[in-house]
Protein backbone atom coordinates (compact mmCIF):
# COMPACT_ATOMS: atom_id res chain seq x y z
CA UNK A 1 0.00 0.00 0.00
CA UNK A 2 2.85 2.09 0.82
CA UNK A 3 4.42 2.26 -2.40
CA UNK A 4 1.58 2.58 -4.42
CA UNK A 5 0.25 5.67 -3.28
CA UNK A 6 2.91 7.95 -4.53
CA UNK A 7 2.03 7.24 -8.55
CA UNK A 8 -1.19 7.31 -7.78
CA UNK A 9 -0.41 11.42 -6.51
CA UNK A 10 1.53 11.67 -9.63
CA UNK A 11 -1.54 10.72 -11.92
CA UNK A 12 -3.79 12.62 -9.77
CA UNK A 13 -1.10 15.79 -10.14
CA UNK A 14 -0.83 15.48 -13.86
CA UNK A 15 -5.04 15.34 -13.58
CA UNK A 16 -5.10 18.63 -11.44
CA UNK A 17 -2.85 20.54 -14.19
CA UNK A 18 -5.21 19.23 -17.08
CA UNK A 19 -8.14 20.32 -15.29
CA UNK A 20 -7.07 23.38 -13.22
CA UNK A 21 -6.29 27.05 -15.18
CA UNK A 22 -2.65 26.20 -13.22
CA UNK A 23 -0.94 28.69 -16.05
CA UNK A 24 -3.35 31.51 -14.79
CA UNK A 25 -2.36 30.33 -10.69
CA UNK A 26 1.45 30.48 -12.03
CA UNK A 27 1.32 33.75 -13.86
CA UNK A 28 0.10 35.30 -10.15
CA UNK A 29 3.71 34.22 -8.84
CA UNK A 30 6.12 36.79 -8.43
CA UNK A 31 8.93 35.14 -10.35
CA UNK A 32 9.03 33.06 -13.45
CA UNK A 33 9.04 29.32 -13.91
CA UNK A 34 8.72 27.13 -16.85
CA UNK A 35 5.03 25.51 -15.75
CA UNK A 36 6.05 22.66 -18.30
CA UNK A 37 9.03 21.71 -17.36
CA UNK A 38 8.35 21.88 -13.92
CA UNK A 39 5.37 20.01 -14.05
CA UNK A 40 6.95 16.99 -15.69
CA UNK A 41 9.82 17.26 -12.96
CA UNK A 42 7.10 17.14 -10.20
CA UNK A 43 5.49 14.11 -11.56
CA UNK A 44 8.89 12.02 -11.71
CA UNK A 45 9.46 13.87 -7.85
CA UNK A 46 6.34 12.54 -6.75
CA UNK A 47 6.64 9.48 -7.72
CA UNK A 48 9.90 8.88 -6.64
CA UNK A 49 8.63 8.39 -3.41
CA UNK A 50 8.94 4.99 -1.09
CA UNK A 51 9.55 3.08 -4.15
CA UNK A 52 8.98 -0.98 -4.04
CA UNK A 53 12.76 -1.46 -3.82
CA UNK A 54 13.55 0.32 -0.56
CA UNK A 55 12.68 -2.77 1.07
CA UNK A 56 12.57 -5.23 -1.53
CA UNK A 57 15.57 -6.30 -0.37
CA UNK A 58 14.98 -6.83 3.25
CA UNK A 59 12.14 -8.35 2.62
CA UNK A 60 13.68 -11.48 1.54
CA UNK A 61 14.15 -11.89 5.23
CA UNK A 62 15.26 -15.38 6.52
CA UNK A 63 14.67 -17.00 3.11
CA UNK A 64 17.56 -14.58 1.95
CA UNK A 65 20.45 -17.55 2.96
CA UNK A 66 18.59 -19.83 0.37
CA UNK A 67 18.79 -17.03 -2.38
CA UNK A 68 22.51 -16.80 -1.28
CA UNK A 69 23.05 -20.38 -2.24
CA UNK A 70 21.25 -20.64 -5.96
CA UNK A 71 23.51 -20.20 -8.55
CA UNK A 72 22.06 -16.49 -9.34
CA UNK A 73 24.32 -13.86 -10.50
CA UNK A 74 24.19 -10.80 -8.47
CA UNK A 75 23.19 -8.68 -11.17
CA UNK A 76 20.13 -11.00 -12.24
CA UNK A 77 18.72 -10.69 -8.59
CA UNK A 78 19.25 -7.47 -8.40
CA UNK A 79 18.23 -6.12 -11.86
CA UNK A 80 15.23 -8.25 -11.19
CA UNK A 81 14.18 -5.99 -8.26
CA UNK A 82 15.27 -2.78 -10.04
CA UNK A 83 13.06 -3.80 -12.81
CA UNK A 84 9.63 -4.81 -10.95
CA UNK A 85 9.60 -1.68 -8.98
CA UNK A 86 10.06 0.42 -12.52
CA UNK A 87 7.61 -1.89 -14.13
CA UNK A 88 5.20 -1.11 -10.92
CA UNK A 89 5.26 2.60 -11.51
CA UNK A 90 5.26 2.53 -15.35
CA UNK A 91 1.40 2.38 -16.57
CA UNK A 92 1.09 5.45 -13.79
CA UNK A 93 4.00 6.81 -15.35
CA UNK A 94 2.80 6.65 -19.05
CA UNK A 95 -1.16 8.02 -17.79
CA UNK A 96 0.60 10.90 -15.67
CA UNK A 97 3.29 12.12 -18.47
CA UNK A 98 0.65 11.59 -21.68
CA UNK A 99 -1.83 13.80 -19.97
CA UNK A 100 0.99 16.19 -18.88
CA UNK A 101 2.51 16.86 -22.23
CA UNK A 102 -1.33 17.03 -23.94
CA UNK A 103 -2.18 19.92 -21.38
CA UNK A 104 0.93 21.80 -21.19
CA UNK A 105 3.49 20.82 -23.83
CA UNK A 106 4.45 23.92 -26.08
CA UNK A 107 5.86 22.13 -28.66
CA UNK A 108 7.03 18.72 -29.79
CA UNK A 109 10.75 18.79 -28.58
CA UNK A 110 9.55 19.63 -24.37
CA UNK A 111 6.33 17.13 -25.05
CA UNK A 112 9.64 14.65 -25.91
CA UNK A 113 11.73 15.74 -22.33
CA UNK A 114 8.63 16.14 -20.79
CA UNK A 115 7.79 12.53 -21.23
CA UNK A 116 10.82 10.78 -21.13
CA UNK A 117 11.80 13.26 -17.23
CA UNK A 118 9.79 11.28 -15.10
CA UNK A 119 10.58 7.85 -16.29
CA UNK A 120 14.47 8.99 -15.45
CA UNK A 121 13.76 9.98 -11.91
CA UNK A 122 11.54 7.06 -11.24
CA UNK A 123 14.45 4.72 -12.61
CA UNK A 124 16.99 6.83 -10.75
CA UNK A 125 14.68 6.63 -7.70
CA UNK A 126 14.49 2.81 -7.44
CA UNK A 127 18.30 2.07 -7.87
CA UNK A 128 18.80 4.48 -5.73
CA UNK A 129 16.36 3.06 -2.71
CA UNK A 130 17.81 -0.50 -3.80
CA UNK A 131 21.60 0.37 -3.05
CA UNK A 132 20.22 2.29 -0.36
CA UNK A 133 18.97 -0.90 1.02
CA UNK A 134 22.06 -2.93 0.07
CA UNK A 135 23.82 -0.71 2.95
CA UNK A 136 21.09 -0.98 5.61
CA UNK A 137 19.71 -4.57 4.67
CA UNK A 138 17.43 -6.30 7.97
CA UNK A 139 16.97 -10.13 7.45
CA UNK A 140 16.11 -10.74 10.92
CA UNK A 141 12.65 -9.31 11.07
CA UNK A 142 9.35 -11.47 12.51
CA UNK A 143 6.98 -9.10 10.95
CA UNK A 144 7.36 -7.29 7.66
CA UNK A 145 5.41 -4.14 9.01
CA UNK A 146 8.64 -3.49 10.50
CA UNK A 147 10.57 -3.42 7.18
CA UNK A 148 8.20 -1.15 5.45
CA UNK A 149 7.86 0.99 8.11
CA UNK A 150 9.95 1.17 10.53
CA UNK A 151 13.31 0.06 8.80
CA UNK A 152 16.60 2.49 7.92
CA UNK A 153 16.56 1.15 4.67
CA UNK A 154 12.95 2.66 3.98
CA UNK A 155 13.57 6.12 5.75
CA UNK A 156 16.69 6.70 3.88
CA UNK A 157 16.37 5.65 0.64
CA UNK A 158 12.49 6.41 0.10
CA UNK A 159 13.20 9.45 1.42
CA UNK A 160 16.64 10.76 0.19
CA UNK A 161 15.38 9.68 -3.60
CA UNK A 162 12.63 12.17 -4.18
CA UNK A 163 15.15 14.95 -2.28
CA UNK A 164 17.80 13.91 -4.87
CA UNK A 165 15.05 14.59 -7.67
CA UNK A 166 14.49 17.37 -6.50
CA UNK A 167 17.78 19.34 -6.62
CA UNK A 168 17.60 17.98 -10.26
CA UNK A 169 14.54 20.00 -10.58
CA UNK A 170 15.94 23.45 -9.45
CA UNK A 171 18.36 25.00 -12.81
CA UNK A 172 14.86 23.96 -15.03
CA UNK A 173 13.27 26.04 -12.83
CA UNK A 174 15.38 28.64 -12.31
CA UNK A 175 16.47 28.92 -15.75
CA UNK A 176 13.35 27.60 -17.46
CA UNK A 177 15.15 26.60 -20.71
CA UNK A 178 15.13 23.04 -21.78
CA UNK A 179 18.93 22.53 -21.85
CA UNK A 180 18.80 23.27 -18.28
CA UNK A 181 16.84 20.41 -17.91
CA UNK A 182 18.22 18.27 -20.65
CA UNK A 183 21.80 18.70 -18.62
CA UNK A 184 20.80 17.67 -14.92
CA UNK A 185 18.26 14.82 -16.74
CA UNK A 186 21.69 13.79 -18.35
CA UNK A 187 23.37 13.68 -15.14
CA UNK A 188 20.52 11.91 -13.26
CA UNK A 189 21.00 9.21 -16.38
CA UNK A 190 24.82 8.77 -15.67
CA UNK A 191 24.46 8.68 -11.56
CA UNK A 192 22.12 5.39 -12.45
CA UNK A 193 24.35 3.97 -14.31
CA UNK A 194 27.26 4.16 -11.99
CA UNK A 195 24.91 3.39 -8.84
CA UNK A 196 23.62 0.06 -10.84
CA UNK A 197 27.44 -0.73 -12.14
CA UNK A 198 28.15 -0.52 -7.98
CA UNK A 199 24.68 -2.37 -6.93
CA UNK A 200 26.02 -5.60 -9.12
CA UNK A 201 29.04 -6.18 -7.52
CA UNK A 202 30.11 -9.71 -6.81
CA UNK A 203 29.96 -9.83 -2.85
CA UNK A 204 26.63 -8.85 -2.71
CA UNK A 205 25.44 -12.14 -1.88
CA UNK A 206 27.93 -11.94 1.32
CA UNK A 207 25.23 -9.58 2.84
Known amino acids: MNTIIAPVMA ?13 LIVSALPFDINLPLLGAFLIGIVCSLMPPSAVSLSMEGKAWWLLKTLPIQPK ?8 MSVLLHAPFLLIASALNVISLAPNALSGVVMFITP ?3 DAFACTWALFINTKFPRFDWENEVYVVKQSAAAGIGGLTAPLIAVSSAVPAAVSGTLLSAVIPLFAMVCLTILLIRIIFRPDLLKL
Open 11 to 23: VGAAVMFSVTNIE
Open 76 to 83: RLLGAKIL
Open 119 to 121: FIL
